[in-house]
């Protein structure tokens, strides 16, 4: 069954950095664009970036772009968000969800999420 | 960017009544393919999101019959049928036509 395990969260200072994980398993990961969206506490969603499935492309919100790149390594069935010079705005559950195809743009798959706190 | 607007924001339903959710765009999300890049997900408490309806209308997989999507251009809706006490959660559309794709405020159905 497809899973999707976020891993790389965690509290840090404003200004630092952080890279998050995303651990994919029990489908083909080279076939499918991948997203982060993000989740500040009681809050609704923010999508934050997309790579395309053989990473050639990618595209970042507003309020990340500048500050964050998503990469992948297919190889490794993982996608990464390198976080840097981190606001405390930035303090949210991080999910990377899969792509469907076919089907637009819908996210069929979503990791359980993990938690980025940037507090002083 | 696309601005997806909800209603209502809360949603108290009684058990085995029908429920349904409004979303409204900024702006068409018609694709020049003819589909229509309008999803709706739930999120569950102490869960992660999870898909619905894809492409306006289209159940995803395991989604009960009781759901069904509607919906053209800039006005959706999502309707249960008859609502059941696992339907608690906070329901968002999203659009995915252009980035940054973004999401609806959420409405939060609760059983009375």
């Known amino acids: 069954q497809v899973q999707l395990v976020e891993s790389g969260g965690g509290v840090v200072q404003p200004g630092r950095s952080l890279r998050l994980s995303c651990a994919a398993s029990g489908f083909t990961f080279s076939s499918y664009g991948m997203h982060w969206v993000r989740q500040a506490p009681g809050k609704g969603l923010e999508w934050v970036a997309v790579?395309?499935?053989?990473?050639?492309?990618?595209n970042y919100a507003d309020s990340v772009k500048g500050r964050c790149t998503i990469s992948r390594d297919n190889s490794k069935n993982t996608l990464y968000l390198q976080m840097n010079s981190l606001r405390v705005e930035d303090t949210a559950v991080y999910y990377c969800a899969r792509e469907r195809k076919g089907a637009g743009t819908c996210f069929d798959y979503w990791g359980q999420g993990t938690l980025v706190t940037v507090s002083s | 960017d696309i601005v997806l607007t909800q209603s209502p924001l809360s949603l108290p339903v009684s058990p085995g009544e029908p429920a349904s959710i409004s979303c409204r765009s900024s702006q068409s999300l018609l694709h020049r393919n003819g589909d229509t890049y309008l999803d709706w997900l739930v999120q569950k408490p102490g869960q992660s999101p999870q898909l619905l309806i894809f492409l306006a209308s289209n159940r995803a997989s395991g989604v009960p019959d009781r759901f069904s999507g509607s919906g053209s251009g800039t006005t959706f809706t999502l309707e249960i049928s008859r609502v059941e006490a696992e339907d608690v959660g906070v329901y968002f559309c999203m659009q995915g036509l252009q980035t940054p794709y973004t999401f609806g405020q959420g409405t939060k159905l609760e059983i009375k």
């Open positions: 790579i395309w499935f053989d990473g050639s492309n990618k």
